[in-house]
């Protein structure tokens, strides 16, 4: 039986960088599942704020390093890419004219395998890390802006000022339009505990409402 497909293989000469080369370039990884562990781990669940600096830091190091070590294979193997990526073409056409000399084929892929498929392969993995990273740290950007519109619209909830209710209403559309353009932020822990609190008015999150302070009568 054959065995599962994998991703890329990493270099060994990566193994021991810091990024964790085989969570983002495994095939089942998840910008959402990654982004939830890392504001949990950040964050005291029982706490009513949530606090994205923590998590958001964690994730622009991992982007430097990930764009450092692309750089560093593009420095070191630039030259053999760019002057071997110009002779793939004639190399196929040397391939299909040189059928019956196996052994110069085999040579000859050998070559190419060396001088243009590893260094590919190098960056292929580094590349996919990088795509992943900047998924998360978007979803970490969309995740900023809806606690803050949640904040205000509670506070303007609670708020006993009479343009307060008109207030609410707008935040609540602008929450409901910022979920509509980031649709995955409903799969965040943090995002669909805050949208049921919200639809139970729940107290720990809409404390009693402020009284009105009452108007001064007119004298006699």
């Keep these: 039986m054959a065995s599962p497909e994998k991703g890329p293989k990493v270099p060994d ?10 969570l983002f370039t495994s095939a089942d990884f998840s910008a959402i599942d990654f982004c939830n562990s890392l504001v949990q781990g950040t964050n005291n669940i029982s706490d009513e704020q949530i606090d994205l600096d923590a998590a958001t830091v964690r994730v622009k190091f991992d ?7 692309v750089h560093r294979e593009a420095v070191e193997n630039h030259s053999d890419l760019i002057a071997h990526a110009s002779k793939l073409n004639v190399a196929e056409k040397v391939l299909d004219t040189t059928k019956e ?12 395998e060396n001088e ?18 900047h ?13 803050y519109l949640v904040r205000q ?3 303007q909830t609670v708020s006993a000022e009479p343009k307060s209710a008109a207030r609410a209403n707008k935040t609540f559309s602008e929450i409901a339009r910022h979920i509509g353009n980031y649709p995955r932020l409903k799969n965040l822990k943090v995002v669909s505990e805050l949208e049921l609190a919200i639809r139970r008015r729940d107290p ?17």
């Design 116 to 133: 243009v498929l590893k260094p590919y392969n190098t960056a292929l993995p580094i590349y996919r890390s990088l795509t992943k990273l």
């Design 63 to 69: 982007l430097e390093e990930v764009e450092k070590l």
């Design 204 to 220: 720990m999150l809409f404390p009693p409402r402020a009284e009105r302070p009452a108007r001064a009568q007119a004298g006699p």
């Design 135 to 147: 998924a998360t740290s978007n979803l970490l950007r969309s995740l900023t802006w809806y606690l």
């Design 13 to 22: 000469d990566l193994e021991n960088e810091y990024i964790d080369y085989e």
């Design 153 to 155: 619209y509670v506070a």
């Design 101 to 112: 000399s196996l052994t110069g084929v085999t040579n000859s892929f050998q070559r190419l």
